[in-house]
């Protein structure tokens, strides 16, 4: 029972304290012997009602969740009757389809069969294969003249090899054929004569005279007439490296006892002038004469020149090694029995000499 009845009850007793509620309900029969039992009964009822409520809203929710679930079964049963309906009208077209394809494939492969008679017969692709059968012909006729024209070229190679030969005394020698082989035999008349042939038509041609006088110096063994050239070159208008070469050959290729150290100082000197004193390499060699004519203070000096020189020209370090060496010599007392030495050994090895003509 609510709190409203509760109280209405209350207000009747209130109002009108005789009245009795209970003789009332009993006159009505009622099985009830106070209001407190009244209000429990009441409040149960209430709470039963209230249970029937729910009871009444789960079955109807149950109802339409079973009329929905009707609907979808109904939906799921139709959708798989349109699915099988469909799958029947796939097969039979699959049927129809791949009947249809044999018959069209058969009827496609007739017909690329009689096109393509007719195509190699067609006049376009017999003139086709008449230009093919032309083609392949002169291919083979050009493999046939290259195959011919090669033999006559070997026959013509062999005939004019064989003339070569027997015309071979009559051809002159080139001057690099001479000197190879007078450094096979050790004689140099050949060479000699050859140089001299060739100063008759190019009198002042320095690589020539540069030539004649490393090999009059080195493999010749010919010291006098080496230094009677070069005192000849002196009077000449030569470059300062082709001096340079003479001196430095006049003081390393000639032994010390025939050697004219007055000829090797014009000879750098003037190499040094020509290069106005700019040259590392013909103030190292001015150096070594003046080493070898005793002068080594002077050697000493100007061999620092030429290594101040090389270190401002950032010349080849392996270079600047070699003078610093030189140097080192030029201060030692023992430097004469290591030339000695180093002149015995290209004493013993010629070819240095005649690489050198052949290189210049």
Request: charged share 25%; proline share 3%.
């Amino acid at each position: 029972m609510n709190n409203e009845t509760r109280n209405l009850l209350a207000k009747v007793e209130i109002v009108d304290p005789k009245f009795d509620v209970i003789n009332a309900f009993r006159t009505m029969g009622s099985p009830w012997n106070s209001i407190a039992d009244l209000c429990d009964a009441l409040d149960q009822a209430e709470s039963v009602y209230s249970h029937a409520c729910q009871e009444e809203s789960r079955l109807i929710t149950l109802v339409e969740l079973h009329k929905d679930l009707d609907k979808r079964k109904k939906g799921v049963k139709e959708k798989i009757e349109d699915e099988k309906e469909l799958l029947l009208i796939a097969r039979r077209n699959k049927s129809h389809l791949a009947n249809t394809s044999d018959g069209v494939s058969g009827w496609h492969k007739k017909f690329n069969g009689i096109l393509q008679i007719a195509i190699y017969d067609s006049p376009v692709e017999v003139a086709k294969r008449k230009k093919k059968r032309i083609g392949c012909i002169l291919i083979i006729l050009i493999l046939i003249l290259s195959v011919v024209g090669v033999i006559s070229y070997v026959r013509s190679c062999n005939s004019v090899e064989e003339t070569r030969i027997h015309l071979n005394d009559n051809v002159p020698e080139s001057l690099s054929q001479i000197i190879i082989k007078a450094k096979q035999t050790g004689n140099y008349e050949r060479v000699f004569v050859k140089l001299d042939e060739l100063l008759q038509v190019q009198p002042d041609d320095q690589r020539l005279l540069l030539t004649k006088f490393q090999i009059l110096c080195g493999p010749a063994k010919d010291p006098q007439n080496a230094i009677l050239l070069g005192k000849e070159m002196l009077q000449m208008d030569m470059e300062g490296d082709v001096l340079n070469q003479v001196a430095l050959l006049s003081v390393t290729e000639i032994p010390r006892n025939q050697r004219d150290l007055d000829f090797s100082l014009s000879a750098a000197t003037k190499a040094v002038s020509l290069s106005e004193s700019m040259e590392p390499l013909h103030l190292a060699t001015l150096a070594l004469v003046y080493f070898e004519r005793g002068n080594k203070p002077q050697a000493a000096a100007t061999q620092t020149q030429a290594i101040e020189l090389g270190m401002k020209q950032n010349i080849d370090p392996t270079i600047l090694e070699k003078f610093n060496s030189s140097l080192q010599t030029y201060k030692s007392k023992n430097w004469n029995e290591q030339n000695e030495e180093q002149q015995q050994q290209k004493k013993m090895d010629p070819k240095n000499a005649i690489d050198k003509a052949m290189r210049g």
